[in-house]
């Protein structure tokens, strides 16, 4: 706690926000892996609302942050492993909001816990702050699916 009974002064929060959005310099950013992220998250949005089918659309943007910067580094064989791997907190999402679909509160209950769980389990380090990214998306995303009565992909 601080001198102010826990309340953060501007200083420190001032700081706290500039070093929240400073750009790691432990590694060098892959030019490359960033716009290829970034256009595979923006352009199904675009097509989507311009074709008027935006909820197909966040799906196949959702599923390309599965691989987004994924398996980029590396040899061959780590980088296989990585995109090998990176569907499966995806899938169990899918899985479990799934099930818990349809149940009315409950459902969205159910989300938030799973949620709870994978921001916790996220401090474990980056690889699994990584998954449980890609796990709270698609849980998020497949729960307001069935919300909106939409149970089909197309």
């Known amino acids: 706690m601080g001198q102010n009974g826990g309340v953060i002064g501007k200083q420190n929060a001032k700081s706290h926000l500039a070093a929240a959005f400073r750009w790691s310099v432990d590694a060098d950013a892959d030019w490359i892996a960033v716009w290829a992220s970034a256009i595979g998250m923006a352009a199904p949005i675009l097509i989507g609302a311009a074709t008027g089918r935006l909820a197909p659309a966040l799906g196949v943007a959702v599923g390309s942050l599965l691989v987004g910067g994924v398996g980029a580094f590396g040899s061959w064989r780590a980088q296989a492993g990585a995109l090998i791997a990176a569907p499966v907190p995806a899938a169990a999402a899918a899985v479990?909001?799934?099930?818990?679909?349809?149940?009315?509160?409950?459902?969205?209950?159910?989300?938030?816990?799973?949620?709870?769980?994978?921001?916790?389990?996220?401090?474990?380090?980056?690889?699994?702050?990584?998954?449980?990214?890609?796990?709270?998306?698609v849980c998020s995303t497949r729960s307001r699916t069935f919300r909106a009565g939409n149970t089909r992909s197309g």
Do not use: E, N
């Not at 009315?104 to 769980?117: E, K, M, Q």
């Open 96 to 137: 479990l909001a799934t099930a818990a679909a349809g149940h009315g509160w409950l459902s969205d209950a159910t989300v938030a816990v799973l949620a709870g769980i994978a921001g916790a389990l996220a401090a474990m380090g980056r690889p699994v702050t990584g998954m449980a990214i890609r796990f709270i998306s």
